[in-house]
């Protein structure tokens, strides 16, 4: 599997990451974020690039994790709840949410990008 990238096109890191892979020339598919969210079993993939921390997965800082107010919910949620809620809205994921075969991260460090996908 080729590395995916799912981003949305307002998003400011999401063009700086993509912009970095691009003058890297390192190929990858990018993917709508919004209307096409991660899959759950690439959510499940993800968590476990992310020591199973379901926070990580969570964009805290968009509208619609505030609306849903789920700095409150989310600690009484189980996974699968969490997993479920994240497919149906890619607007809760945090992004850019970065999937290759052997590895993957959600946001956007420079170096953390350069270990897993140079």
Excluded at 14 to 22: E, G, S, V
Aim: hydrophobic letters at 35%; glycine letters at 10%.
């Amino acid at each position: 599997m080729g590395l995916k990238v799912y981003a949305y096109k307002n998003c400011g890191t999401c063009r700086k990451a993509l912009k970095w892979l691009d003058e890297r020339k390192r190929a990858y598919t990018q993917i709508p974020i919004r209307e096409r969210p991660p899959t759950k079993t690439e959510l499940r993939r993800m968590l476990g690039y992310l020591d199973g921390d379901i926070k990580k997965l969570f964009n805290t800082s968009g509208g619609d994790y505030k609306a849903l107010n789920l700095k409150d919910k989310l600690p009484k949620m189980s996974r699968v709840e969490a997993i479920d809620l994240l497919s149906g809205n890619g607007n809760l994921v945090k992004r850019p949410f970065a999937l290759s075969g052997e590895s993957g991260t959600v946001g956007f460090k420079e170096d953390v990008w350069q270990d897993l996908f140079l």
